[in-house]
């Protein structure tokens, strides 16, 4: 049974995700609709991981060998200006790709390990994850014509 | 009678499905009689969003008064305070009459050659190279014409080829907008002002109908003062006028509207209070929304809300057991909080109650402005003209066959950028030339020290098109002195869709120019061309421009090519208005086929939370056909709310004599002095620990900046602190800051992109005492005092107008 893993894997992206969002936030702050929204986004994420904690505690009980490089390091801290702006989005885009995938593959694990309150937590988080990942589409394509050809 | 003292005048009483009597309303200069006038010129309402029909009154080639019109079907004759006196700024000495060019510093008088030869130069340097659309940026308003919007939209979109275009409707009615859009496919109001002949409630969300819209609060007062009067619910944390008179007064902490509204549609779900049949045929959401809002009791709400738990069940009960509802809404709900989703939450609750469509039963997202529907209808603003989607690229064919460009000219890679974004760009030095057009930020958006510092900066080159020398204009590079109503030709279209003809009734002042014409020689002398090397924009003049715009609207939601100048010189029409509906059309949605089609609507949807555009095969997915969406999300806190250092909630608004930043209305000087000068209203209880007494000179402190005020102990919620946003400095010596805007917080609604004016966190710290004299509030109005013995607010004899029932 690996799926601990998993879970370890994605209450730590979701965690990883929240501070991103923070630090972004507070680097662009002077992009009021950044600071204000990716602040919500960071509680959104914090609550997720929290809705998966005891599902870590429940299968880290039966945790096997841990496999190597399921962690991911993508953000390491804010770039300045316009283009460091999009290449900030452009990194939390990827590590919430990378949390939306996960939500996946837990959902089928969950089905396989026919945990029905697992399945549960998955489908109230899946959602505002891909909406993340929406806002921060959206974000970027308004901003990338005038960082990339005009500034 | 004097309509200072009585802003609303005589009632004059009708009851349900009756016709509104006339009343015919005049006010001419001093000593002029009705015979004396040379002609009258028909024209609307210019100094708020009623769209009330007027005349003007002319006397060797003066404008010297108006009245109302009596058939119109908007007023019945009924003309507003601020219309009545203020046409004298349009004979202000200190109109601006040339133009002016900033050199080493000053502005200078220069000739209108040399003006436009600057603004080309500069242009031309400034398109030429990649990316040379992205330096530009346009600033528009909600008080030019149709035809002007239209010609601007034309000329940035389709020639500069920029989606960097916004008007000052993002302010005032971006949320209408939007609100329409999520629930209903596209803008456009379901309702008409006759649903208040008709309806037996009327539910006022934070809408101060009485100091906004004066003529329509009087509609609603004949029909309150008649046989079969409507119940009367009002959300607003002031004692205004409204408030006053309604059955249920909610008076909630700004910026909890959401959770009001959730816990409404939850008391009419458990109540029964919902339409089933009619909600599973005509909507789509409603599993979800009663989920979302379930944890939404009486008893949360009132503790979000700071409101009686009973209230939120009375109000419920008012809505929810009525036979013909009519919902007003406006800045309470669209400049606060989550603005959006708690419009949204209105438009479900008549979407609940299948309150829509029929007479008595609508709702209007009212706007703030005169002709903010038109900036939102002509893609001036944030949206693309008639009603198009962005993200639908056969809408973008369809506008570059109409205007004759290829397709990748018309910016369409996401929607128009929205005002506070343009002004971060060009905060970030990426755009170079911003362009105002009748608007004045510089009172105007929040964060006033901000806003200066980028108006101001160097390597920005910034147009102002005005009348006056406001502050915006004094910060520019170049002035342009423009005509205004009364002085120029062009149509435009108020709340309940109904288009208005405005007539030139005079000239401008000495070189002042027609905003159309300024626009039309830019685009002439810029040479931009169509494909077929053609002049981009064929049109000479403001009829011309009109038929333009008939094409634009051709089968869009807001069909104008039924009319004619010729057709509304005989009286307004409601569009739609083509073959179809050669008389126009009171209201949509009668046979609740709502705009949701994917083809045909104007966005493919957004997330509430996030204002995430979502795609058109999502949208495809959710098989809408002509069913209206129900939305909610949960209630959040405000981005900033009251702490130990700024422990009192700030909210701004207008009163009932002045307009915006003043630039007419401070002009006129019945109501100058009405309202002289700012004030703050504060409830005694938080005044007293404070040692703060009527009167007394106030500091009102936030995070970002302070204003100084005259204290006026009102009726206003504990806890809440009320500024006037009116007061700029263009008639004040006095160093101190009184803009309500010094104060508010950069912040905006997710979707809308709307300010957020009405939710901020403050200080108060009495500077000095007012020896006793009261503050310069108005006393009659939602500003009135709670202390004994202040002087009422009168016009006197220059304020004497004449007021007929009858017509």
């Known amino acids: 049974m690996q799926l601990a893993h998993y879970l370890g894997f994605l209450h730590r992206s979701q965690l990883d995700l929240a501070q991103a969002f923070r630090e972004v936030g507070e680097g662009h702050a002077e992009e009021a609709d950044i600071f204000h929204i990716s602040g919500t986004l960071a509680k959104q994420c914090d609550a997720h991981a929290e809705k998966l904690h005891p599902f870590v505690e429940r299968y880290g009980e039966e945790e096997a060998e841990e496999p190597d490089r399921l962690h991911s390091e993508l953000f390491k801290g804010t770039r300045e200006g316009p283009i460091g702006l999009l290449r900030d989005l452009h990194d939390l885009y990827l590590m919430a790709a990378e949390v939306d995938i996960s939500w996946t593959l837990v959902a089928q694990a969950a089905q396989g390990a026919r945990d029905s309150e697992l399945l549960e937590a998955v489908e109230a988080c899946e959602e505002e994850t891909a909406t993340q990942m929406a806002w921060l589409k959206s974000r970027m394509k308004e901003a990338a014509p005038q960082a990339l050809v005009v500034a | ?807």
């Open chain 2, 1 to 807: 009678m004097d309509r200072i003292a009585d802003p609303w005048g005589e009632r004059t009483p009708y009851g349900a499905g009756e016709e509104w009597p006339a009343r015919v309303d005049t006010f001419l200069d001093e000593g002029l009689q009705p015979d004396d006038v040379d002609s009258w010129v028909q024209a609307a309402s210019i100094l708020h969003s009623n769209g009330d029909g007027l005349e003007i009154a002319v006397k060797d080639g003066r404008i010297v008064g108006v009245r109302g019109a009596a058939e119109d079907r908007v007023n019945h004759g009924r003309v507003d305070p601020k219309d009545l006196y203020g046409w004298q700024a349009n004979n202000s000495p200190d109109r601006l009459t040339r133009p002016l060019l900033r050199r080493e510093g000053e502005l200078f008088e220069i000739d209108w050659e040399t003006a436009m030869d600057a603004l080309v130069a500069k242009s031309k340097e400034l398109l030429d190279g990649p990316g040379g659309w992205g330096r530009f940026g346009f600033y528009t308003s909600g008080q030019i014409f149709l035809e002007d919007y239209y010609t601007l939209g034309v000329l940035g979109k389709a020639g500069l080829g920029t989606p960097h275009m916004d008007g000052n409707t993002r302010l005032c009615t971006a949320t209408a907008g939007a609100t329409l859009k999520a629930s209903f496919g596209t803008d456009g109001q379901p309702g008409s002002y006759t649903d208040v002949d008709h309806c037996d409630a009327l539910a006022l969300w934070g809408h101060n109908v009485a100091e906004t819209q004066t003529v329509l609060w009087m509609r609603m007062l004949d029909r309150r003062a008649g046989p079969d009067p409507p119940r009367m619910l009002a959300v607003d944390p002031r004692p205004t006028p409204v408030a006053m008179e309604a059955d249920v007064h909610l008076a909630v902490r700004n910026g909890t509207n959401l959770a009001l509204t959730n816990g409404l549609i939850r008391e009419l779900i458990h109540n029964g209070w919902v339409d089933e049949e009619w909600v599973e045929a005509h909507t789509l959401g409603f599993e979800k929304l009663e989920e979302t809002v379930d944890p939404y009791t009486p008893e949360k709400v009132a503790e979000i809300c700071g409101v009686e738990a009973g209230q939120v069940r009375e109000a419920a009960e008012l809505l929810g057991t009525c036979e013909r509802l009519f919902s007003t809404v406006l800045q309470g709900f669209y400049q606060s909080n989550q603005a959006t989703a708690a419009g949204c939450g209105v438009n479900d609750i008549h979407l609940l109650r299948g309150m829509i469509g029929r007479p008595g039963a609508g709702l209007c997202q009212m706007n703030g402005q005169p002709t903010a529907q038109n900036t939102r209808e002509t893609g001036a603003n944030g949206d693309l003209p008639g009603f198009r989607n962005w993200d639908n690229e056969s809408h973008i064919e369809e506008l570059a066959e109409l205007w004759n460009v290829e397709m990748l000219q018309v910016p369409h890679w996401a929607p128009p950028t929205h005002a506070m974004q343009i002004f971060r760009y060009a905060e970030q030095g990426s755009i170079e030339l911003l362009w105002i057009s009748a608007t004045n930020p510089a009172v105007s958006l929040p964060e006033l020290s901000r806003v200066r510092e980028i108006l101001a900066k160097k390597d920005l080159f910034v147009v102002v098109q005005d009348l006056f020398m406001t502050e915006t204009a004094a910060l520019a590079d170049l002035v342009l002195p423009a005509a205004t109503w009364g002085e120029k030709t062009g149509t435009f279209t108020n709340v309940d869709r109904t288009v208005h003809l405005s007539e030139k009734a005079v000239d401008p002042p000495r070189e002042a120019k027609a905003d159309l014409e300024i626009f039309l020689e830019y685009a002439r002398r810029m040479d931009f061309r169509d494909k077929d090397g053609e002049p981009l924009i064929k049109w000479s003049d403001p009829e011309g421009a009109f038929e333009a715009w008939k094409e634009c609207s051709r089968g869009r939601p807001c069909d104008y090519t039924g009319m004619t100048y010729e057709k509304l010189r005989r009286g307004p029409i409601q569009w739609p208005c083509n073959e179809e509906h050669p008389d126009g059309t009171e209201r949509l949605y009668t046979d609740a086929d709502f705009n949701t089609y994917p083809d045909f609507s104007e966005t493919f949807g957004h997330d509430l939370t996030t204002g995430a555009a979502q795609t058109e095969e999502e949208h495809r997915a959710k098989e809408a056909e002509g069913r209206a969406f129900l939305h909610a999300i949960p209630y959040r806190p405000s981005p900033e709310v009251p702490s130990e250092e700024h422990p009192l909630l700030l909210t701004t608004g207008r009163t009932v004599f002045h307009f915006h930043t003043r630039t007419k209305t401070g002009r006129a000087p019945q109501l100058a002095d009405a309202a002289p000068d700012v004030w703050v209203e504060i409830h005694p209880g938080d005044a007293a620990p404070l040692g703060i007494e009527e009167g007394d000179t106030v500091q009102v402190s936030s995070p970002r900046g302070a204003a100084v005020a005259k204290a006026r102990l009102s009726g206003i919620r504990p806890g809440v602190v009320f500024l006037p946003f009116h007061y700029g400095s263009w008639d004040t010596d006095s160093a101190r800051p009184r803009a309500a805007n010094e104060l508010t917080i950069t912040a905006w609604d997710p979707v809308s992109k709307q300010p957020l004016f009405k939710v901020g966190a403050v200080r108060l710290d009495r500077v000095e005492s007012g020896g006793g004299e009261p503050a310069p509030a108005p006393t009659n109005t939602a500003s009135a005092p709670v202390g004994e013995g202040i002087p009422a607010t009168v016009g006197g004899a220059a304020a004497e107008a004449t007021s007929r029932v009858g017509g």
